[in-house]
Structure formats: structure tokens, C-alpha cells
């Protein structure tokens, strides 16, 4: 900061005053973004799935990949999840693999 006590005081005010008029940018913005959820529900759009939507479309495929990789490994040991539908949509073989018995 400056050494003369004026010229600091007065970025000070200026660094205070942008930070308001973004901060009331942002409450309009989220205002908007909350008008559209709003206009969704009324066109019979499941909001709550719609923000799961914009949050994927946020991620790339890789990361989408990795997460759902292990919800479903937790969902299969908490045993919500069959083993082989977590295989099936991670791309994996449908069923699991067995081994034959030995003929020796």
C-alpha cells in the first residue's frame, strides 16, 4: 500500500465499493438462475435432476467417469447396488466373472 494515508484510504473505499456492486451482480444473477428453476418446475421439469444435469455437464467425461465409478462402489458395499449392474454401467462385463472349476 501507498505510504500517504489519502491514497490508501481511497483505494480502500474504491476495493469496498467494487466488491459491493459484485456482490449485488451476484444476488441478480442467482435471482435469475433461481427464476429459471422456477419457470422449469412449471413446464413439469424435476428441478432437482435438472441441477444434477448442470452440474454434470460442468465435469468432463473422465471425471464423470471417476465419480460414478465409486458412488457405485459404495453402493455396492452398502449393498444397494447389485455388483453386477455397477460392472454393467461403469462399462464393465455384465455378470460377473467366474471361474470354472479345475478338471485336474
Sequence with gaps: MSSD???????????VERIERLEEEKKAIADDIRD?????????FDTKVLRQVVSLRKKDLTERQEEEA????YLVALGMLPEFEAQSDTGHDEAPQTQEPSTE
Excluded at 429459471?36 to 413439469?44: D, F, I, L, M
Design 36 to 44: 429459471v428453476y422456477a419457470e422449469a418446475k412449471a413446464n413439469g
Design 5 to 15: 494515508p489519502m491514497v490508501a484510504r481511497d483505494q480502500l473505499k474504491s476495493v
Design 70 to 73: 465409486v458412488r457405485d462402489l
